[in-house]
DNA sequence: ATGTATGCAAAACATTTGCACCTGG
DNA sequence: CCAGGTGCAAATGTTTTGCATACAT
């Protein structure tokens, strides 16, 4: 399983780090709330604290295994990083999230970072949107 | 002044306003918490609420006087909404915020809700940035 | 006058931390 | 065995809210 990934990043193999990658592996959800792992761990009968979500979240973050998104909305939601690099696009009436990825946009970032001195450490882009109206 | 973008947005003209925009008009920084704007009106002798400012810029932004973001580090920084729309690269190091525009990355944007079937509400993109080392 | 705004203190909220106890290797 | 992990409760930092008072129109 992911025991590997886990004592890859110097963690150990603990019954709470391998229930939260679980879910966040089989939710049909790929983007979930600290607070959601742990209702949804919960509801399964687990029992575990939120502040270990919390710091078992934040340990994932710093190895790589999760990237931490701060959406619009008050609290951060995390997905597994087990896919190459994407955006995202937040549907305002469903919540839907949808991953899109464009090479041109990724390249024009760069070239303007670097137009300005810079480099690129990371970077959010997020639309927010609204399903097409056709009949209006 | 801005006493009639006020009372455009149905507020009173009050001076706990006036004082916020002010501050958002005359600081060198464009990128303000409300903690940094409470801070900057209480340096200058001027005597109110940190709630206060809260509600206010709230309201601004309700108005579309004021635009809140939501770069990561906490707390929301406002900027007025004076100037056409822009995007932002923050300096990881240095904290500088330097706003720049993309003619092709907006349509690309555009084109790239359009064809999941959406229509983009608003959108946020934010390069986290470190200066170009030149000697490494 | 009267509907809004304000200040203050308290609440709310997501997240972090201190500490005593437990556990994986 | 022991460094590291966990649970709980308490602390944190930002933002919001309730309520009595003050103000703009």
């Known amino acids: 399983m ?17 229930k939260v990658l679980e879910v966040l ?18 509801a ?9 979500v919390y710091r078992v979240l934040t340990q994932f973050e710093r190895a790589g295994l ?5 959406f619009e909305g008050g609290m951060a939601v995390f997905e597994l990083s087990d896919r190459t690099h994407h955006d ?7 919540g839907d999230v949808v991953e899109f990825f464009d090479e041109q ?15 690129i450490v ?6 927010y949107v609204r399903p097409i109206d056709k009949k209006q």
């Open 66 to 70: 999760v990237i931490r998104h701060n």
């Open 88 to 94: 995202h696009m937040v549907c305002l009436e469903t």
């Open 25 to 42: 592996d089989s939710s049909e959800e790929r983007h979930l709330s600290a607070e959601g792992i742990y209702r949804a761990l919960l």
């Open 122 to 127: 990371d970077h959010s882009l997020v639309l």
């Open 105 to 119: 946009i990724e390249d024009l970032q760069t070239e303007i970072a670097s137009r300005h001195g810079y480099e």
């Open 44 to 52: 399964n009968g687990e029992e575990l604290g939120l502040a270990t």
């Open 2 to 18: 992911e025991s590997k990934d886990l004592r890859e990043a110097g963690l150990k193999v603990t019954s709470p780090r391998l």
